[in-house]
Nanobody, 115 residues
């Protein structure tokens, strides 16, 4: 069973920063694509950022220049550094792992940005 454990969410004022982390399974982490998605109330879950096993990254237009995704395969960890946060970034953020057609999700961590 694949388990993804997220941490780092919380409450921050607009303009502030947060760093999310997700620890994944050691046996497949380095060969998996990792991503962060978010879901606000009443809105469909959306991709925030994604990083492939070889390091290629992809970002939603709304976060380009503000968020940075990175991975540390030695620690089985993917991070999302979020700077210049806006109230519209408020959502539950989910870690995502994709491996050979299988998709796994973390339990989610709440990020709230106050104006």
């Amino acid at each position: 069973q694949v388990q993804l454990v997220e941490s780092g969410g919380g409450l921050v004022q607009a303009g502030g920063s947060l760093r999310l982390s997700c620890v994944g399974p050691r046996n497949i982490f380095s060969i998996s694509a990792m991503g962060w998605y978010r879901q606000a109330p009443g809105i469909q879950r959306e991709l925030v950022a994604r990083i492939e096993s070889r390091g290629r990254t992809e970002y939603a237009d709304s976060v380009k220049g503000r968020f940075t995704i990175s991975r540390d395969d030695a620690k089985n960890t993917v991070n999302l550094q979020m700077n210049s946060l806006k109230p519209e970034d408020t959502a539950v953020y989910y870690c995502n792992l994709q491996y050979r057609g299988y998709v796994y999700w973390g339990q989610g961590t709440q990020v709230t940005v106050s104006s």
